[in-house]
């Protein structure tokens, strides 16, 4: 059984550029839930989407937003670029919310 | 404020020496609690959930145990392979929140 996909797997951008970051989940999972990871916050939830509609929002600004297609895959996408944005992303799937796989995340770096 | 405090930051053990990790929680309408290992470079890795006090699980050397406040994760006579980061979270209502994770560290 495949895993958790994510793409681009590293990115590097400037302030004030835009990037799109992509998941494929675990065949059969339909919630997709996306976190940003630092060394100082740690693991943060940005946001929840299943069967295509955004199921809960973490605290982020309007810059995060996200989305899901019919077949369970989804984007997240963050505008206007800041600094502060440099992160690990990681996306995780899960079938019942009990369990969340998590993909190997995409390293966005701003500078 | 919702909040998930786990401790030590960091622990070094000797290969065998057993110990715990602990993982406070202040939520309201707790719904699951979950460890997480995370080496570096990769995302986390499922290993527990939790709903309700007293529950315990195990896998090989790992053993999950929770409480009304608190969880723990028991590492019976640890490996190097057992060095990872080991993150906690908390399933609440609308919302899931992480803890910041323990690193530990097993010497051979």
């Known amino acids: 059984k495949a895993g958790v996909t994510q793409t681009p797997r590293y990115l590097i951008k400037t302030r004030g550029q835009q990037v799109t970051l992509s998941c494929s989940p675990i065949s059969g999972h339909r919630s997709v839930s996306w976190y940003q990871q630092t060394p100082g916050q740690g693991l943060q939830f940005l946001f929840e989407?299943?069967?295509?509609?955004?199921?809960n929002k973490g605290n982020f600004p309007g810059r995060f937003s996200g989305r899901q297609f019919s077949n369970s895959r989804s984007e997240m996408n963050v505008s206007t670029l800041e600094l502060g944005d440099s992160a690990l992303y990681l996306c995780a799937s899960s079938y019942n919310r009990n369990e969340q796989f998590f993909g190997p995340g995409t390293r966005l770096t701003v500078l | 404020e919702d909040q998930v405090t786990q401790s030590p930051e960091a622990l070094r053990l000797q290969e065998g020496e057993s110990s715990s990790l602990n993982c406070s929680y202040t939520v309201s309408g707790l719904r699951g609690l979950f460890w997480y290992r995370q080496d570096p470079g990769k995302g986390p890795e499922f290993l527990f959930t939790?709903?309700?006090a007293g529950e315990e699980k195990e896998k090989e050397r790992l053993k999950a145990t929770l409480t009304k406040k608190e969880s723990f994760l028991h590492i019976t006579a640890p490996k190097p392979e057992d060095s990872a980061t080991y993150l906690c979270?908390?399933?609440?209502?609308?919302?899931?929140?992480f803890g910041k994770g323990t690193r530990l560290h097993i010497l051979p």
């Open positions: 989407y299943f069967s295509e509609t955004q199921r």
């Open positions: 939790l709903y309700s």
């Open positions: 979270a908390v399933q609440a209502e609308d919302k899931i929140i």
